[in-house]
């Protein structure tokens, strides 16, 4: 049994396909194929049963999936501990962060973190909170940047904590107010959030209960596009602050939203209680600490 087997035995499982599995991994189909066959092989049992298109977990298959996954954590902590032997001039930097307001928020930490550490290698994911908790969860991230967990599984340090505006067509009934609430909105369609955003769920909530269940306009990941959407007269879409600012542009206006003060955008970074930080990921944590708090708020 070889790492290389258990990884593309996980990540088959968690991609839900060899295809998927395969773009992940970055290698050929036929190459995770073979090496989920030679685990099979080494373990002496199946592991997957193929029903049409959907792949299930055998009973073997589960327990290899959960010590699996415990292994590959274990195999990283390892390889962290014996990097942070030497000095800051290397390592590795597994790094989740929010597809939502990455660039206005991350870019010139990103790049102030490569000039101050330029051999630390950073391996980069971006995805919703649900993605990024679940590659905390199983390793394969070191930190993520998430909404605030509730899940005490994590350990967190905060980061910002955005208000959010809605972004309305010119054209718009309500675009000539100065703020705006969820209610005055229950009959314009709202432009939502890939099922990976928490912040969907807030949202769905604070709308329940104001008494309302909102229109679906659409969903995406992408603020520009849906912000795109809205200049077309599809819709409102909700956008922290940082983000709605930097997506202003002709046909679109962006009002203040009066809402409950859980419907926030509070991004942290998130690691598994109690799992080994590597000096790469503290020296991250602090770069994020230098940042003032003002930045956010303006």
């Known amino acids: 049994m070889e790492f290389k087997q258990l990884r593309s035995f996980i990540e088959v499982v968690h991609c839900g396909g060899f295809t998927q599995a395969a773009k992940t991994l970055h290698i050929s189909q036929s190459a995770v194929s073979k090496q989920v066959a030679q685990l099979e092989q080494d373990v002496g049992q199946p592991l997957l049963e193929r029903q049409a298109s959907q792949l299930h977990l055998t009973a073997a298959g589960r327990i290899v999936l959960e010590r699996g996954e415990a292994l590959l954590r274990q195999r990283q902590a390892l390889l962290n501990e014996l990097d942070d032997l030497g000095q800051m001039g290397r390592g590795e930097l ?3 962060l929010p597809m939502l307001g990455s660039d206005t928020l991350f870019a010139g930490l990103f790049a102030e973190y490569r000039r101050r550490y330029p051999n630390i ?3 980069l994911l971006e995805g919703g909170s649900r993605n990024i908790e679940q590659a905390v969860a199983n390793g394969e991230l070191e930190l993520g940047g998430s909404l605030t967990p509730s899940d005490p599984a994590f350990e967190y340090q905060p980061f ?47 709308c ?30 909700l956008l922290p ?17 009066t809402a409950p003060a859980q419907l926030r955008w509070d991004i942290a970074f998130i690691w598994r209680r109690g799992a080994y930080l590597s000096r790469a990921a503290q020296a991250w944590l602090a770069l994020l600490r230098e940042q003032p708090p003002q930045a956010f708020n303006a």
């Open 94 to 96: 597994r790094l989740g």
């Open 121 to 123: 290698t950073i391996q």
């Open 160 to 206: 910002c904590n955005e208000p959010l505006d809605a972004m309305l067509a010119a054209g718009h009934e309500l675009a000539g107010l100065q703020q705006v609430s969820l209610k005055q909105l229950a009959q314009t369609p709202f432009l939502l959030y890939q099922r990976s955003f928490v912040l969907n769920d807030r949202l769905l909530k604070a």
């Open 208 to 237: 329940q209960q104001q008494g309302f269940t909102p229109i679906e306009g659409g969903r995406s990941g992408q603020a520009d596009f849906m912000v795109a959407l809205v200049a077309a007269g599809q819709g409102v879409v």
């Open 241 to 257: 602050r940082v983000v709605a600012k930097t997506l202003e542009r002709p046909g679109v206006v962006r009002l203040a939203l």
